[in-house]
């Protein structure tokens, strides 16, 4: 049964707001995203009001889930602070799959006022949290990300993967996992296991074809939820997968938890390289360390004789490191090995570990590694 926004609105209209008006009636609902069972929307309300509103964003979720064909819910409470405004304090929420209760706060004004970056916390149990970004999409980002986290595997890591490209979740498919996560007894979702990985994704809650439509504060309440609603466990290193460019999932990183690196991934050519240096600036605006730059599809390699061509010309990424000084991690070619492997949910380095791309790989894997070694040993 499909359900239609009329559908939510009427549920909503039935609640009240500590004010005693409609929800609807408020001015606080986003737009409401309804597709297949999946209802995503957020209330924004003012920081000072928050904990009142806590009460009726439970009530919202209770009574979308109520409406028959309703499969997954995911409801933000996101506060504005306004200028001048005392911070309030902050309000804790454990969540459920498909259900969100976070507070997002817009940066306060200069003058003394508190950094957002003042907000950020480890994740328990989490040595090291490190980005897999590009400044664009189809650069092989996902791929690269998972590889990436197999070799750190293969070093002898304990290691996660957080696919955080919330827009385009592509690791259910890299990994051939389809399953709804579980909750432990403390209401947080249990990651996926595969390959020795601890694997969590938006993709996990929603279906592969639907549409993933997000307003900002959903994008920052969807990948706190994902790092902090999530039972880790022991890991050396989470990975993290981020959206390509450089916009809300990104900060909301950064912001959340003190990040030990980024890996930037780009093509040889111009048009991504330009991309990639706006990623590598963001990072570097948000006192992120550049772990280094990967260049992918650096040269395509005949499976039938080994000839190379550089199709997307060659040594750009390379180039761009030395320009901006930073450590130029490995060229990965553009081989049907890892095309193939990467679509049937066998990735390159665990399905072929003594073959050429799992050996690249690897060595990506030990520069990352060798750059935190400081940051999990102190772990």
């Not at 559908?7 to 500590?18: E, F, G, N, T, W």
């Amino acid at each position: 049964m499909s359900v239609t926004q009329q559908q939510v609105l009427d549920s909503l209209a039935k609640i009240k707001s500590p004010r005693g008006v409609a929800l609807t009636n408020a001015n606080v609902l986003s737009a409401i995203s309804a597709s297949d069972g999946k209802v995503f929307f957020s209330i924004n309300v003012d920081a000072a009001e928050a904990r009142a509103w806590e009460s009726v964003r439970a009530e919202a979720e209770a009574a979308v889930r109520g409406i028959p064909g309703v499969t997954t819910v995911m409801v933000a409470l996101t506060a504005e602070r306004k200028a001048g405004a005392a911070p309030p304090p902050p309000t804790p929420s454990r969540g459920t799959p498909g259900v969100q209760s976070v507070h997002a706060h817009k940066p306060p004004p200069q003058g003394g006022a508190q950094s957002p970056m003042a907000r950020q916390s480890e994740i328990p149990g989490v040595a090291a949290v490190i980005a897999v970004a590009s400044g664009k999409g189809g650069v092989g980002k996902s791929t690269t990300a998972l590889n990436l986290a197999l070799g750190l595997r293969d070093l002898g890591l304990k290691v996660g993967l957080l696919d955080a490209d919330i827009y385009g979740p592509s690791v259910p498919r890299l990994t051939g996992l389809h399953e709804k996560p579980e909750l432990d007894g403390e209401r947080k979702m249990i990651p996926l296991k595969r390959f020795g990985l601890a694997i969590m994704s938006i993709g996990f809650l929603v279906e592969e074809e639907t549409a993933m439509i997000w307003r900002g504060p959903m994008v920052m309440s969807a990948v706190t939820q994902m790092l902090r609603d999530v039972a880790w466990g022991t890991l050396d290193v989470l990975v993290v997968d981020m959206p390509p460019g450089t916009g809300d999932a990104q900060l909301t990183l950064a912001q959340n938890v003190p990040l030990k690196g980024a890996v930037i991934v780009s093509t040889p050519q111009d048009l991504s390289l330009i991309d990639a240096r706006r990623g590598l600036a963001m990072f570097k605006k948000v006192n992120v360390p550049v772990l280094g730059i990967v260049e992918n599809m650096s040269y395509f390699q005949c499976p039938h004789c080994g000839t190379k061509s550089d199709i997307f010309g060659h040594g750009g990424a390379r180039h761009e490191a030395e320009k901006l000084q930073v450590p130029f991690l490995g060229e990965i070619p553009l081989h049907m090995a890892i095309r193939a492997t990467s679509d049937a949910g066998n990735p390159v380095v665990d399905s072929e570990p003594d073959g050429p791309h799992a050996a690249i790989y690897r060595a990506i894997a030990g520069q990352v590694r060798d750059q935190l070694k400081g940051v999990i040993a102190a772990a």
